[in-house]
């Protein structure tokens, strides 16, 4: 399922129309994004949370060469399931 | 953040009702919610995939203990973020 599938979905489901099933999904994706970048832990009760991790420099190894290569710090999101997703998905 | 600034951010793009607009937001999760429950991988994309992955069982210690303890087999789901965002994020411009 990508991105237009869940608006279609969403769309179907409260009868809305395309167009303002899109906005929707652009503006609540959106919104979590600027929320993540703007280092906001994100909670969404039953889903799950994001965060922003810091992780240092460190020196790695391209792993098809074998060159030593140094990577930068970074700033990556960390996705924690929450407890309802986690069950659901656990039972299938 | 909460749901909560979702709905109201929705409010002011949408100007449906806040009461409508929390039942879009819900809706939006319950979708994505019930896709992975079947075990199907939701992409979104400029955002990140949320993937289904099969564990297989396993043989586990219990850490405090030091017990052996066998580990069910499970589905659990994992966060892959999007390239987009990933640069994003680290101020890097997109190839």
């Known amino acids: 399922m990508n991105k237009m599938d869940v608006i279609n979905k969403l769309g179907e489901d409260l009868k809305l129309n395309q167009k303002i099933a899109k906005i929707a999904v652009d503006t609540i994706i959106d919104t979590i994004k600027k929320a993540i970048i703007a280092e906001e832990r994100v909670e969404i009760r039953g889903f799950g949370s994001f965060s922003l991790r810091h992780y240092k420099s460190y020196t790695g190894r391209n792993p098809k060469s074998g060159e030593v290569v140094n990577v930068e710090p970074k700033r990556l999101p960390y996705f924690k399931v929450g407890k309802e997703l986690k069950d659901m998905i656990w039972k299938g | ?95």
């Open chain 2, 1 to 95: 953040m909460t749901k909560l600034e979702i709905v109201n951010m929705l409010y002011e793009k949408l100007g449906f009702s806040k009461r409508e607009c929390a039942h879009i937001v819900d809706s939006f999760f319950e979708v994505i919610k019930g896709n992975l429950a079947k075990g199907e991988n939701v992409k979104l994309s400029g955002f990140g995939n949320f993937v289904v992955k099969e564990k297989k069982a396993r043989r586990g210690r219990n850490p405090q203990t030091g017990k052996e303890i066998e580990i069910s087999e499970r589905r659990v789901v994992n966060f892959r973020l999007s390239q987009v965002l990933k640069d994003e994020i680290n101020n890097k411009s997109t190839k």
